[in-house]
């Protein structure tokens, strides 16, 4: 059985970041280990305020004492939401730590959504990201965290030579594979695009676009992508993985959207995703 470790917040209400990955890639038949990396009562994102924000960066350096002490081995590595330029800075050593030349890295540079940073994000804490994006094999930014990670205005008009231009520019960044979420070219469709540096090649996957988001599909993707990867599917194969399972989730999610506003009912499709990754 293949091994994860993921490394970030749990944010106690709102389904996201490790209260979506870790049953995510658990029903993908892979030992998912955590590192919280906080505890806040809810997300940050639009719709709650007033949140309570522990913050557990000093127990990093212990948990990776004891497993450093234990012997343990990942087959992947992957960071999501990280509340501190500290934070960064020690997973950035957690990496260094952990790694064998045989696993990899997945940054998700969790930073902002419809080009704005999140609530507590500055452009220290983007520096010491985009510092963390090089040491990574996979990086997963959406349009707006691209955009932070380049130094490059915000636009939400653009073409497909465009969105290359902006992975080759992620790619220069020191990452070999870089991934761009929430792309569309059109208003039916939605999806993801993937640039492998080692062959100059894109790849492309989109499905069916709503016109609603949702919070924590940028985790539901991340997650499903990591275990694909692991399992190892092709880069082709988890892009499309990502954006069916992300579409199915946002799917789920209309009909129980007043009631759930604050993340997806992605529960009722782990069980199709569990299938797909037990048959293949
Ligand atoms: O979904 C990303 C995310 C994770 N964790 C926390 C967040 C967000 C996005 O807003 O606030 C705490």
Redesign the pocket.
């Known amino acids: 059985m293949k091994r994860v470790v993921t490394i ?2 749990i ?1 106690c209400f709102g389904k ?2 490790l209260t979506v990955a870790l049953p995510i890639i658990s029903a993908m038949g892979i030992e998912t280990a955590v590192i919280p990396t ?1 505890v ?1 009562s809810t ?3 639009s719709g709650f305020s007033g949140y309570t924000f522990r913050d557990l960066t000093s127990d990093i350096p212990d948990i990776s004492r004891h497993w450093q002490s234990l012997g343990l081995k990942f087959d992947a590595m992957y960071t ?2 990280l509340g501190s330029i500290e934070q960064v800075q020690i997973v950035s050593d957690f990496f260094d730590t952990f790694s064998t030349g045989s696993n990899f890295r997945v940054v998700d540079p ?1 930073l902002g959504d419809a080009g704005k940073l ?1 609530a507590g994000f500055t452009p220290d804490f983007v520096r010491e990201m985009r510092r963390l994006c090089r040491k990574a094999d996979y990086i997963i930014p959406n349009m707006t965290e691209a955009s932070f990670l380049l130094d490059m205005p915000y636009t939400e008009d653009y073409d497909q030579a465009y969105v290359e231009d902006i992975l080759r520019r992620l790619a220069d960044l020191g990452c070999p594979t870089p991934l761009l979420t929430g792309v569309h070219f059109d208003s039916a469709s939605q999806g993801a695009a993937a640039y492998d540096s080692a062959s100059d090649t894109f790849c492309y996957s989109f499905g069916e676009s709503f016109d609603r988001t949702v ?2 599909t ?2 539901i993707f991340a997650s499903v992508f990591t275990g694909a990867v692991a399992l190892g599917k092709s880069l082709d194969r988890a892009l499309d993985m990502c954006v069916g399972f992300t579409h199915d989730c946002i799917e789920a999610t209309i009909p129980e959207f007043d009631r759930t506003w604050y993340g997806t009912c992605f529960e009722t499709c782990l069980g199709s995703l569990a299938a797909q990754c037990a048959e293949n």
Do not use: E, I, M, P
Request: some cysteine.
């Open positions: 970030q917040d944010s996201c970041s906080a806040l997300h940050t994102g999501g939401y969790v999140y919070h924590g940028g985790d």
